[in-house]
C-alpha cells in the first residue's frame, strides 16, 4: 500500500472588514485592531443590532484587473473572486497545470445577497385592499426581477466562476455547513489530494449576511450582540460579560497542493494540512451539547489523522464566537482534549477583531493559523476584561505573544451541530 499523499498549502488570500489582503489583515490582528462598526450596507434603524464587521467601500474594479465584468455578480462571488484571484498568483501554480481535470475548487459558500428594494416592491404589489395576494407577489416578481441576480445569488455560484476563471475542470463542489463549511471545504478538498482525485485544488470560502434578513434571522435567534454603542468592544470572546456574536463577512482562499508536485516546482509552502477531523452533535439544531461530545470528537479526529497526540498542539484557534454557549462549551472541550496541558495551551479567537465571516470563517482562520506559525505570534483575544469561571483557558487576552508553534488546531463549529477541526502543521522538509 502506497503512502498517503500529503497536502500542503501553496498560496493564500483573502478579503474580510480587516483589509483587502492577508498582510494588512495579519498586521491588524498582530496589533488587536477592530473591524466593528455601525452597520452602512443597509438602513439598520430599528434592528435590535445595529453593529457589523463590514467590507466598507467594497469595489471590485479595485480589487481585481478585470472587475469591470464582474459587477453584477454576487456580493459573495465578489469577494471569492478576489481573495480567489490572490491565491491562486501567490501561488504560481497555474504556471504548471498540464492537465485541468486535475484542478478542482471546493468551497464553503452561502447565499447571495437578495435585492431587497426590489423584494419590498413586490410585497407592496402584493397587497390587495390590505389583504396578501400570491398571484400578484408572482406576477410582480416576473415583472421587476432581475434573472441575473436570481442566478447570481444561489451558493454555488463562486465555485462555478472561479472554475471557469481558472480553467478548473477537476472537482467542483460547494458545502453549505453553517459556520464549518468552509473548514469542511479545506478538510474534503485536503481529502481529494490525499485520494489521488486531483493534484491541487483550490477551497475556501465566501459569505455576505449583513442584510436585513440575515440579521434579523440571527436577532431572533437572538444570537447577535446589541452592543450597539460600543462596536469595537461588542465582540468579546470567552469574557464574562460576553453577549452575542458579531456578523462579519468576506472570503479567503487557499491553494491546496500534493507535497511533492509543489516542491518540485519549487513553491512556497506555508504549512501542511495534517489532520482533518469532522463530526456532527446529533443534537438541537442551535443548541451545543453541554458536554460537548462533538467538539471533543471532530479535535480528537484531527490530531490522531495528523499522528500526533494532544501533548504535541501548541495552539488552538478556537471558534470562540463570543456567546454564552459556544465558549463555555469550547472551553471545557479543551480541557477533556488537552487534560492537564489544557491550562497551557494557548487558545485565542479572532472574530473579537473581525466578526464571525459564517461560512468563511474556518479557512479565513486558518490562514491566521498558517501566519501564526510562519512568524511565531499568537493572535490575541481582545475585549478580554472579566474572566469567566466556566471558561478558564489561556486565551492570549488583549495583546499578540511572541510563541514557537509547530502544530495548530483550528476549530470551526456551525449550526446544525457541524464540527470541524484541521490541524495544521509547519512545513519542516
Known amino acids: 500500500m502506497s503512502p498517503r499523499r500529503r497536502v500542503v498549502v501553496t498560496g493564500i488570500g483573502m478579503i474580510n472588514p480587516m483589509g483587502w489582503d492577508v498582510t494588512t489583515v495579519w498586521s491588524g490582528l498582530k496589533e488587536s485592531q477592530s473591524g466593528v462598526a455601525p452597520t452602512t450596507l443597509f438602513d439598520a434603524t430599528g434592528f435590535p443590532t445595529r453593529i457589523s464587521a463590514e467590507i466598507k467601500n467594497w469595489d471590485i474594479t479595485l480589487a481585481v484587473d478585470d472587475g469591470d465584468q464582474h459587477t453584477r455578480r454576487g456580493r459573495h462571488t465578489q469577494f471569492a473572486i478576489a481573495a480567489a484571484s490572490q491565491a491562486v498568483a501567490d501561488s504560481g501554480v497555474l504556471d504548471t497545470v498540464d492537465d485541468p481535470t486535475r484542478m478542482g475548487v471546493y468551497l464553503g459558500s452561502g447565499e447571495g445577497n437578495q435585492d431587497f428594494g426590489t423584494f419590498s416592491r413586490m410585497m407592496v404589489e402584493a397587497l390587495s385592499k390590505g389583504e396578501y395576494d400570491v398571484k400578484r407577489f408572482v406576477a410582480a416578481g416576473i415583472d421587476l426581477l432581475d434573472p441575473a441576480k436570481e442566478l447570481e445569488q444561489e451558493p454555488n455560484m463562486p465555485a462555478a466562476h472561479l ?110 494540512v495534517a489532520g482533518y477531523g469532522t463530526t456532527a452533535d446529533a443534537y438541537r439544531i442551535t443548541d451545543i451539547p453541554p458536554d460537548g461530545h462533538g467538539a471533543i470528537a471532530a479535535m480528537r479526529m484531527a490530531i490522531a489523522d495528523a499522528g500526533l497526540s494532544p501533548a504535541e498542539i501548541d495552539y488552538v484557534n478556537a471558534h470562540g464566537t463570543s456567546t454564552k454557549v459556544n465558549d463555555r462549551v469550547e472551553s471545557k472541550a479543551c480541557h477533556e482534549v488537552f487534560g492537564e496541558l489544557a491550562a497551557t495551551t494557548p487558545v485565542s479567537s479572532t472574530k473579537s477583531m473581525m466578526g464571525h465571516l459564517i461560512a468563511a470563517a474556518g479557512v479565513t482562520e486558518m490562514i491566521v493559523c498558517l501566519m501564526a506559525m510562519r512568524d511565531g505570534v499568537l493572535p490575541p483575544t481582545i475585549n478580554y476584561e472579566t474572566p469567566d469561571p466556566d471558561c478558564d483557558l489561556d486565551y492570549v487576552a488583549n495583546e499578540a505573544r511572541e510563541a514557537d508553534l509547530k502544530y495548530v488546531l483550528n476549530n470551526s463549529f456551525g449550526f446544525g451541530g457541524q464540527n470541524v477541526t484541521l490541524c495544521l502543521s509547519r512545513f519542516g522538509g
Not at 163 to 178: D, K, W
Not at 230 to 259: K, Y
Open 163 to 272: 472554475a471557469t476563471r481558472f480553467n478548473a475542470q477537476g472537482p467542483n463542489f460547494n458545502c453549505l455547513t453553517a459556520c464549518a463549511a468552509s473548514s469542511q471545504a479545506v478538510g474534503e478538498a485536503t481529502e481529494i489530494i490525499r485520494r489521488g482525485e486531483a493534484d491541487v485544488m483550490l477551497a475556501g470560502g465566501t459569505h455576505s449576511m449583513i442584510h436585513p434578513f440575515g440579521v434579523t434571522g440571527f436577532n431572533l435567534l437572538t444570537a447577535l450582540s446589541e452592543s450597539n454603542d460600543e462596536p469595537t468592544q461588542a465582540s468579546r470572546p470567552f469574557d464574562a460579560g460576553r453577549n452575542g456574536f458579531v456578523l462579519g463577512e468576506g472570503s479567503a482562499m487557499v491553494i491546496l497542493e500534493e507535497l511533492e508536485a509543489a516542491k518540485k516546482r519549487g513553491a512556497t509552502i506555508y504549512g501542511e
